[in-house]
């Protein structure tokens, strides 16, 4: 197995406080998402789909609720 290369997130300020990304190319089967103070502690595995849900409902948490 090798190892992941990581992505920075765009959204990520300077410092410690960023998601990385990573996923194998050029079909990725499994998604891989760590935190960059330390991303070999832990890491989050999903399937392309379930990535996919879990950004929809991040952007629609960031969207303003309208009354």
């Given at each position: ?27 990725p089967t ?7 103070a330390d ?29």
């Amino acid at each position: 197995m090798s190892t992941p290369l990581w992505q920075k997130s765009s959204y990520c300020q300077e410092g410690e406080a960023c998601v990385h990304i990573s996923s194998p190319a050029p079909s990725p089967t499994t998604i891989h998402l760590t935190e960059s103070a330390d991303p070999t502690a832990a890491v989050l595995s999903a399937t392309p789909i379930a990535f996919s849900a879990l950004l929809d409902v991040l952007k629609a948490a960031d969207r303003p609720q309208t009354p």
